[in-house]
């Protein structure tokens, strides 16, 4: 569970997010939402990125299979140079590194298991793991590359 | 941000590779026509390209010297002097060019920093604002976004701005070696919108556009002087070391090497349209395809 001072916190960065996106804040429906999230990540997400987004060891070198391994999804990791639209394709699509020496895809697609609200719920909670600066980062570029008209 | 506005002025002409008393014909009239027409045209005799750049709209061939910027709107026939802002001291090191947009130029260097011009060199503005110094080391142009543009400034990472250099944002330290240039390429596959090939003091670095992790491309060792890709064939990564040039058919993955024109290179460039220039030695050298044979444009 997530300790209340955390909580607050998850809050009142989402509603900053709400708010830098120009829509109407609505702090239960962020919290639900994070919470959510929470919930389907460490369903789905967890086993591979870490429980805490940590990702997997030396996963900035190819594995012994020619895969690059999973990244974290926190602070240390990649994950808020993207926006809002593109974190949304790479979980409903998956994507495949053209550069991995087998043919599966490197993140799998989760377009048939979850819905676009759960994609956007996931992505919220995946949100509370980075710094205030990479935060600010992120919702800029999101501006120009905002979620899917389905996730909204 | 400051403006300047210069004059092109005329310097020597195009020398191709002949041998025996033709060749040496050529040599005196280049000679004649140098001290003729320019007392800078030493530069492009002697000096080392460092950089190459092409206006594809306008069939305008650049190249530049630490020191000076040449343009050719003949493919090399005759070489016109671009002045840069009198106020501008340094040297330049790398140069930037789009097929995206008509006589756009980007150079930057060691206390340049970067300097945009929007018409082919007849005039520049600073576009430093928000780079924490002047000493960038290279500038590149993303393939597809005219005002996109990434700058390495030394010991602190690339920066980019997507409003053509108006304004500067840190994303990312780089790979861990130096990099001497730096190019963009729109070949498939990233996770945004193209990747990023860096040649280094050691090897070939390549990342996606997101800045999401340098890799080694293809184990590569050595200093590699330039890097740069084909327009129409992306996955194609051509690499200058030493007086060789590599060139991969898969992003940088495998290397072979392909004949070259002698000199030490310093500078390379494949044209919208598919065509191989080398720098070396402070000649420019142009190869039409992969099975042709080097040919000289200038002495």
Known sequence: MVKASHAAAVGLLALASWADAGATPAPSRSFDQITAGRAIYRQNCASCHGIRGEGAPNWERPDARGEMPPPPHNASGHTWKHGDGMLYRLVHDGWRDPFNKTSRLTMPSFGTQLTPIEIRSVIAYIKTMWTSEQSAFQRTESRREPFPPEAR | MTGYESRPRPVPARRMMLSGAAGAV??????????????DASHTTSAPIVALGFDAQNHVLLKATAETLYRSADDGLHWTRVALPPGAHGRISAMATTARQAGLVYV??????????GNDGRSWEDRNAGLPARSVETVAVHADQADTVYAYVAGRGIFRSRQGGLNWRLMDRGPRENILQLIHSNMPGSMQTGWLFAATASGVRRSMDCFCGWRNAGGLEGKMNAVTYDPRQPEQIYAATGKEILLSSNGGEQWTRLNAPGPALTALLVSPDGVLYAAGGGAVYRKRDHAGTWERLDG
């Open chain 2, 26 to 39: 050529a040599v005196l009239v280049g000679l004649l026509t140098w001290h003729g027409a320019n007392a």
């Open chain 2, 108 to 117: 930057s260097g060691p206390g340049l920093g970067v300097l945009r011009s």
